[in-house]
């Protein structure tokens, strides 16, 4: 009870600190001409909404009204996209590749120029979402990658495919760089991590083995792997549509929101110390951004982290099937893939959140497992069938360290064009290491794939010996700092401003 009460009072003390902070900028706030949309909502607002004091129960009351709409909402939306990519895995084994005259290493390309097109789309996509309102380009991109998996299912040649691949993947270009922007509009930093587990999860999995399994059984004159490209099209229309009409662009703009609330979330917020948006194109951010050691560690790591993720999207099913097993049974064994994946990220998301400056540690030592299992996949002999399928299973767990480190890139990164240029590099080296990883996969290695499960375990251990030395790197300028006798609990009216984290010698990277 004691404990409950520290805890409560602790809450309640960094509540009125932060509202007093909030109070003093929108005194200042006039006279700047660098701030973004969330300062000046603060200067327009009515003092009587900011009068009477924030209380904890208040603010628990609109985090959990937050968790309930925003995450069900970008849950779906990243499920939606992700099963765009992974149902082709699937559709390989319902005929895909015979109907389509696929041959040699076709498939293969065919799985990898998907994020050729993400790769191009990437900057200039990063671009339009800092120019047009977030929500709105989303439910755009949502509604374009429905019409082209559509089109998938009229394809009948590897041009054809490779075409509304690659198109496709500019379209989904926006989805996980707005995800990530949102969740940081919304949620504080020691918030992020668990709801980014929520979120960013492997229900895709789940999702396309149930609707696989289901449209297997089905007799049509359609071929069962049109009729998934033509089932999934329709979902992603009218979640197109709903997007367009529910998901709001920031706090500011939420139509469920009071002018209190509204108020209260930016308060939160606050303390994140990275602003909100700008629309205002700053270059000298997008240079101080290119020349970050940091920048390039955290783009190496997601490079490696995601070879495998290219690798196993494209090829999961055909892996399974080499091990003897049938298409039907297959799509039901893809399940646990995505159960095991998301119950493990949020396992890890709890520590991530409660330990200060543990993500990165949790990452590499995460790491160890799927790096255990590349070993027992490359060297179990090909007859032990249920240990592959198991050491299979449990690489899977891969996908959680990624997850953990896509808060660290906005967490880190203060002033708008630097938070669009960061994202935009990560999510580049996340298409790189897509591309990479079907072409670990040779069709001269099937059905055994050794050299493909070698490639994965170098790519763990690079991954770990990254995100190892960014941690570093956060420490020791967090220690500069220290010495330089600026307080991180000394956040001004800088935490709404359009500056970078480098200018603002009171933040601290968490790591």
Avoid at 373 to 392: D, F, Q, V
């Amino acid at each position: 009870m004691a404990h409950e009460k520290t805890v409560t009072s602790q809450a309640s003390a960094d509540l009125d600190e932060a509202q007093a902070q909030a109070d003093a900028l929108v005194l200042d706030i006039s006279a700047r001409p660098d701030v973004d949309v969330a300062a000046q909502f603060l200067a327009k607002l009515d003092p009587a909404i900011t009068a009477e004091p924030i209380t904890a129960q208040e603010s628990r009351r609109l985090l959990w009204k937050i968790d309930l709409i925003l995450i069900p909402i970008l849950s779906t939306t990243c499920i939606l996209a992700a099963v765009d990519k992974v149902i082709i895995s699937n559709a390989a084994i319902y005929g895909m590749r015979t109907d389509a005259h696929l041959v040699g290493n076709q498939f293969s390309w065919v799985g990898s120029i998907f994020y050729f097109g993400y790769l191009l789309f990437e900057y200039p996509g990063a671009m339009l979402i800092q120019r047009f309102p977030v929500a709105k380009v989303l439910s755009v991109a949502c509604l374009a990658w429905a019409v082209l998996l559509l089109c998938t299912a009229a394809t009948s040649n590897f041009g054809g495919l490779a075409t509304v691949r690659f198109l496709m993947g500019m379209a989904e270009a926006f989805v996980f760089p707005i995800s990530t922007l949102i969740t940081v509009m919304w949620w504080t930093t020691k918030e992020q991590p668990i709801r980014l587990a929520f979120w960013f999860n492997q229900g895709s999995s789940i999702f396309s083995g149930i609707i696989s399994y289901g449209i297997g059984h089905t007799h049509t004159a359609l071929h069962p792997w049109r009729l998934l490209f033509l089932v999934l099209g329709a979902f992603s229309v009218v979640w197109a549509v709903f997007l367009w009409i529910f998901l709001p662009d920031s706090p500011t703009t939420a139509r469920w929101l009071t002018e209190r609330q509204k108020y209260v979330c930016l308060v939160r917020i606050q303390g994140n110390n990275t602003g909100l948006e700008d629309k205002k194109i700053k270059w000298y951010q997008v240079r101080e951004c290119l020349l970050d050691p940091k920048t390039w560690l955290l783009a190496l790591f997601s490079c490696a982290q995601n070879i495998p993720n290219g690798g196993l999207v494209t090829f999961a099913a055909i892996i399974v099937t080499g091990l003897g097993y049938s298409p039907l049974n297959t799509t039901l064994l893809g399940i646990p893939t995505g159960v095991l994946a998301t119950v493990w990220q949020l396992l890890l998301s709890v520590p991530s959140s409660r330990v200060p400056n543990s993500r990165c540690a949790i990452i590499a030592v995460a790491n160890l497992v799927p790096m255990i299992c590349a070993i027992l996949m490359w060297k179990l002999p090909r007859s032990n069938k249920h240990g592959l399928l198991a050491a299979y299973y449990v690489f899977y767990t891969y996908w959680a360290p990624y997850v953990l480190s896509t808060s660290l890139p906005m967490a880190n990164t203060s002033g708008h064009s630097k938070k669009v240029t960061m994202n935009a590099i990560f999510f580049t080296a996340y298409c790189v290491g897509n591309i990479l990883g079907p072409q670990v996969f040779k069709a001269s290695d099937a059905p055994d794939y050794s050299h493909g499960y070698a490639g994965l375990l170098a790519c763990v251990v690079v991954a770990i010996a990254s995100i190892s030395a960014y941690g570093v790197l956060c420490w020791r300028e967090n220690k500069k700092r220290d010495r330089e006798g600026v307080g991180a609990e000394q956040i001004s009216e800088d935490a709404f401003s359009d500056r970078t984290d480098q200018e603002k010698r009171e933040f601290r990277y968490a790591f």
